[in-house]
């Protein structure tokens, strides 16, 4: 059974930081790419960071220096660091896992930054 299990959000002040962690199970996860979306309300859901098995990165423009994916393939878990956070941030966040073509979503876990 897959499973994408998230934690880590929260309510913080402009200027703080996060981390988030999506614990992944049932999935070759050495095998995967990994993602983090958002979405706020009334809004579609943006692509922020993603890593492929090659540990190839990306990020949004909006996120880039102050966000940092990563993975710890020992325990299958992909993390979110989010620092110098800003109210245009607050959004549900989501992990993603694709593996074998197929895509995997997490639960989402609130994000909100209060000026």
């Known amino acids: 059974q897959v499973q994408l299990v998230e934690s880590g959000g929260g309510l913080v002040q402009a200027g703080g930081s996060l981390r988030l962690s999506c614990a992944a199970s049932?999935?070759?996860?050495?095998?995967?790419?990994a993602a983090w979306y958002r979405q706020a309300p009334g809004k579609q859901r943006l692509l922020v960071a993603s890593m492929t098995t090659v540990l190839a990165k990306y990020y949004a423009d909006s996120v880039k220096g102050r966000f940092t994916i990563s993975r710890d393939n020992a325990n299958t878990t992909v993390y979110l660091q989010m620092n110098s956070l800003k109210p245009e941030d607050t959004a549900i966040y989501y992990c993603?896992?694709?593996?074998?073509?197929?895509?995997?979503w997490g639960q989402g876990t609130q994000v909100t930054v209060s000026t």
């Open positions: 049932g999935i070759s996860f050495t095998k995967t790419t």
């Open positions: 993603n896992i694709n593996w074998g073509s197929v895509n995997y």
